[in-house]
């Protein structure tokens, strides 16, 4: 009964969050068909790190892009309406041995096309905050890098029966995340990531 409370709570909040986007004139019959949303995911990302490191010490080279293929897993809590859901959503990235931690806390947003009573279509925006320790290459100190996120998403969403879907889809996160230290910086510029969710549905009494 608690975690049924909480996450009417929490569905409530994101779907006045989504709702000034909404308009419904006061004389229209209208009638959200709305549940409560629980999602764990589990997915692939891929994306590159950058250095400037040899334009500051030429006499060590160090690769300037560091490429990365990953898993990462995610919890995600929201709401979803006839024609589209909010989700708050937190991932953590099992990125190499020398990062402590890579994680994401955010968002998303998608748009429903309901063409079947089976699937449906969806595209959306995503958006949040990065953040990760790491030890860089050479370095004998800890470094943090972190920044805002945002991009789009876009996949399909089966519905197995009334209370549970299966969403595939894929995402870009666009990102500004950096470290500067000692004049030698770290940064990311996008992330791609494929990835499978079980959404679990309560009905929002």
């Known amino acids: ?3 049924k409370k909480l996450l009417g709570s929490v569905s409530l909040v994101t779907l006045l969050i989504a709702s000034n986007a909404v308009t ?3 004389n229209d019959d209208f009638a959200f068909n709305t549940k409560s949303l ?3 995911e589990a997915g692939y990302a891929t994306f590159n790190v950058d250095n400037n490191f040899n334009a500051l010490d030429s006499s060590s080279y160090i690769s300037p892009t560091q490429s990365f293929n990953e898993g990462d897993i995610g919890l995600k809590i ?3 309406g006839n024609d589209f859901r909010v989700f708050l959503s937190a991932k953590n990235f099992f990125v190499g041995s020398e990062y402590d931690y890579f994680i994401t806390l955010g968002g998303e947003v998608d748009y429903l096309f309901n063409f079947s ?4 279509f969806f595209i959306g925006a995503n958006g949040g905050y ?3 320790k790491f030890q860089g290459k050479n370095e004998r100190f800890t470094r943090e890098m972190d920044g805002i996120y945002y991009g789009g998403e876009l996949g399909f969403n089966f519905h197995i029966n009334s209370k549970y879907d299966l969403e595939i889809g894929t995402r870009i996160m666009t990102t500004n995340a950096k470290s500067t230290k000692n004049s030698v910086k770290y940064s990311i510029d996008y992330m791609l990531n494929g990835y499978a969710s079980f959404i679990i549905k309560f009905d929002m009494d």
């Open 117 to 120: 009573k089976s699937v449906n």
């Open 78 to 80: 929201g709401a979803q």
């Open 24 to 26: 419904v004139s006061a």
């Open 38 to 40: 629980v999602g764990f």
């Open 130 to 132: 990065l953040k990760t």
């Open 1 to 3: 009964m608690y975690l």
